[in-house]
């Protein structure tokens, strides 16, 4: 499985990104795909994504009145539209996908947020 991951960048707080992440190879039997990430100094943290059969979202609490998150099924893609940035929104963003008890992660995307 891999997964590649686009979009990210610099924003200035208040505006707005979107990620997106395109999945290829054996994505049979996806049981989620989603979003994580990770500050400097900081572990790696869960942000939204899909339980994949039941389409059920997930979503964190710091985010779910900014963030959006959206999948394609038939192409296993998922994508995170980022508004209303704040800095501490600034960290590498990675998409993870769990393919039969393996998780897997794309390359990251940084999004930096300045004031």
């Known amino acids: 499985v891999q997964l590649q991951a686009s979009g990210g960048g610099l924003v200035q707080a208040g505006g707005s990104l979107r990620l997106s992440c395109e999945s290829s190879g054996r994505t049979d039997g996806v049981a989620m795909m989603g979003w994580f990430r990770q500050a400097p100094g900081k572990n790696r943290e869960w942000v939204a994504g899909?339980?994949?059969?039941?389409?059920?979202?997930s979503i964190q609490d710091f985010v779910k009145d900014r963030f959006v998150v959206s999948r394609d099924s038939a192409k296993k893609a998922v994508a995170l539209q980022m508004t209303s940035l704040k800095l501490e929104d600034t960290a590498v963003y990675y998409c993870?996908?769990?393919?039969?008890?393996?998780?897997?992660w794309g390359q990251g995307a940084q999004v930096t947020v300045s004031s």
């Open positions: 993870a996908a769990d393919v039969k008890g393996v998780r897997y």
């Open positions: 899909f339980t994949w059969n039941a389409g059920k979202i």
